[in-house]
């Protein structure tokens, strides 16, 4: 059967943008619904932190499994089950009677999570291999637009429909990703017997650049903790930076939406010239850009100077999702891609774990202009990593 990956890379550049903005999208008014909820004011931030970090934390422990599952029985059916599952965890949120259960449902969307690591994984199999920055970089715009855009598309919503309604709202288009999966989402797939699967031991010995593969894991955590540390504290560094206080929400979600803009924007373009220079030099510069915004930022005067610089992140995180799923791709044996996927999945979701509490320590202790400082250390540290990982390998095409 031969496979159109273009037609794939499009519909499940749709189902990635669900999926992501359906995690994000809840974020902005969480705290507002565990209160209505009727948690007692003292518990409030308590229990809004564990219900935004919980789905994370789910999805990094069981990532691992579904990759697995998903090297023995095919990525599409992995896409399915996810973005089904999340339909009725997502749709269901909006009927809890109680924190607890928001909690619980939560912990769910996290265990039942996995498409876009399975998306990825279905695309780095079937483009070829010259056009894989691309398309990669393409499907990456997805997942990153979602994730940046979501909270803003959430807080409108709110505002419009309700709480409750947004919930059933991103139910019903995880339902219409679940569709376009299920009829328009083509693999040829031969399913593997649990015994004639090669250990995940095994493929990692079968890697020649295997230090390269652990330093891309730990970019992942890091970029992740970089996008994340800020979201605790930008409302409130905003409204440190400004004298309209009545425009506070409106103003941070353009801020954290903007850098989702410059990164749709970037992403694809970056991919195609990581096919012809090199998916690790992208990296690098990337990783580089991202230090030159993240400093500046601990010393803006307005939230338009910060709102420049997080554009001009975007364009950093334009570059490293793409250059970090090509080079995977490039080095993984094809039968243990999606276990790899799912491998810097969980590292992407423990950074998403760790990234609020290093952002709430750090303000709390040391103001939030060093939320900004740290982080910017975070990323020096990783761009000594990842020069020291692609010494050898700097000037050649993997």
């Known amino acids: 059967m031969k496979i159109n990956w273009k037609k794939n890379l499009y519909i499940t550049w749709f189902g990635c943008f669900f999926t992501g903005a359906s995690i994000s999208l809840v974020m902005p008014f969480i705290p507002i619904y565990v209160e209505q909820l009727g948690t007692p004011k003292s518990q409030v931030e308590l229990f809004s932190g564990l219900a935004i970090s919980v789905t994370a934390f789910a999805a990094a422990i069981v990532a691992p499994i579904w990759g697995n599952l998903a090297d023995r029985k095919g990525r599409k059916i992995m896409m399915i089950r996810a973005a089904a599952g999340m339909t009725l965890t997502m749709g269901s949120l909006a009927f809890v009677p109680n924190v607890y259960w928001l909690l619980i449902m939560r912990f769910f969307t996290g265990i039942l999570s996995g498409y876009i690591p399975n998306a990825t994984a279905m695309i780095a199999s079937q483009a070829p291999r010259s056009k894989s920055g691309w398309a990669l970089g393409t499907l990456s715009t997805g997942a990153v637009a979602g994730t940046l855009i979501g909270p803003s598309i959430g ?4 505002q419009w429909f309700g709480m409750e309604n947004v919930f059933i709202i991103t139910g019903v288009i995880l339902l219409i990703a679940t ?28 890697m020649d650049h295997l230090s390269i593969l652990i330093g891309l894991f730990i970019t992942t955590l890091i970029l992740q903790i970089g996008v994340t540390s800020i979201s605790p504290i930008l409302t409130l560094y905003v409204r440190s930076l400004s004298n309209d206080t009545g425009s506070i929400l409106f103003v941070s979600g353009l801020i954290v939406s903007v850098a989702g803009v410059s990164a749709v924007i970037s992403s694809p373009v970056l991919g195609r010239l990581g096919d012809k220079i090199g998916n690790q030099k992208i990296l690098l510069a990337g990783l580089t850009l991202s230090l030159f915004c993240y400093l500046p930022m601990a010393f803006v005067k307005t939230p338009l100077q910060l709102g420049i610089l997080r554009f001009i992140l975007g364009f950093s995180t334009g570059a490293l999702m793409p250059s970090i799923n090509t080079l995977i791709s490039k080095i993984t044996p094809s039968e243990g891609v999606s276990r790899i996927y799912s491998y810097n ?25 060093a939320v900004f400082i740290v982080t910017a250390c975070f990323v020096l540290g990783n761009i000594g990593l990842s020069t020291f990982n692609f010494r050898k390998i700097l000037n050649k095409k993997l």
């Open 155 to 158: 807080g409108a919503l709110a």
């Open 179 to 206: 569709l376009l999966t299920i009829f328009m989402v083509k693999e040829d797939f031969k399913p593997i017997e649990k015994k004639d699967l090669i250990s995940t031991k095994e493929i990692f010995s079968k």
């Open 345 to 369: 999945q969980m590292f992407s979701n423990f950074g998403q774990v760790l990234g609020p509490m290093v952002g709430s320590t750090v303000a709390h202790s040391m103001g939030y202009s």
